[in-house]
């Protein structure tokens, strides 16, 4: 008798996680979501990946899980899926394969997201090279080149989120100054913003309703996304400069959900040595 096999993806992100069940042929079966954050506003992601990972694991309609692959932010060892560190979940040296393997007597696979979704986006694509940047509570990249995930001699190539923009500029959770993350990121907007609200006297608005703002053309809420796109861009064109990728791939909350701040990126950003540029959503 054939059974089914299954296979289950998860995304661990900043303010969600989310899930994905495919079937052999690579087809969705069920997806579901849940917030990092619980009731109380207490970061409580690994409670949130369990919730994940039980409510898949009972979609297969007798059939079996036969992988799971997990993806999340921070230095990740592929080979022993570990996170060494994560500064958006709080972690250090976390064997969470092994943990995940565990629980779900499943094969368990641990990556960095941003590099995930560049070997997907290169997948989907058919590019030997590519460079994939995601812009959500934070900023992320991952590297395609020849056709396989660069990741450098320490493990941290690709991170554009680090690159210097502002010669002793705002400081970074990494420990410097300057990071285009500190300007571009979701999070470094909204904290700019609040600050600005708070001196102001206007009403408090978070990043959902900031970007509404601004595609609704408040021109505060437009400059402040003009200003995070043209350090983004700087970030980006230096990237093209240096690595020469076939395609760059924008993705993340913010880019899917603010067609502006990618019109921004895409229009400051050159597109030279034939590296072309795309948004993961389709903007």
């Not at 009972?58 to 899980?65: K, S, Y």
């Not at 076939?246 to 050159?270: A, D, Q, W």
């Not at 030279?272 to 903007?283: A, E, K, L, Q, Y």
């Amino acid at each position: 008798m054939y059974t089914k096999e299954y296979k289950i993806g998860i995304d661990i992100g900043g303010t969600k996680i989310l899930g994905l069940l495919v079937d052999a042929e690579h087809r969705i079966v069920k997806e579901c979501q849940y917030p990092t954050f619980n009731e109380n506003g207490i970061l409580d992601w690994k409670e949130a990946l369990y919730k994940t990972a039980s409510y898949l694991c009972r979609q297969t309609e007798a059939g079996t899980i036969g992988h799971m692959s997990i993806a999340c932010a921070g230095l990740i060892n592929t080979k022993t899926g570990t996170i060494v560190y994560s500064q958006s979940l709080n972690v250090h040296q976390l064997k969470l394969a092994d943990e995940l393997a565990a629980a779900f007597a499943v094969p368990v696979s641990l990556y960095n997201d941003a590099d995930a979704a560049a070997f997907a986006e290169a997948a989907f694509y058919q590019k030997e090279s590519l460079l994939y940047i995601s812009v959500g509570t934070s900023i992320g990249s991952g590297l395609i080149l020849n056709g396989s995930i660069f990741n450098g001699a320490g493990g941290m190539a690709g991170e554009i989120g680090h690159i210097p923009v502002e010669l002793g500029g705002r400081s970074c959770p990494c420990g410097n100054n300057g990071c285009v993350r500190a300007y571009a990121s979701g999070k470094a907007m909204e904290q700019e913003a609040l600050q600005w609200q708070w001196e102001n006297g206007q009403k408090r608005l978070l990043m959902p309703d900031i970007l509404s703002a601004a595609e609704k053309g408040d021109p505060y809420y437009e400059q402040l996304l003009q200003d995070a796109a043209s350090r983004l861009a700087q970030a980006a064109a230096a990237s093209v400069h240096l690595l020469n990728p076939s395609m760059i791939v924008f993705g993340g909350g913010i880019i899917e959900n603010s067609p502006l701040y990618f019109k921004y990126t895409k229009n400051i950003c050159p597109c030279r040595n034939s590296s072309r540029i795309f948004c993961h959503s389709g903007h």
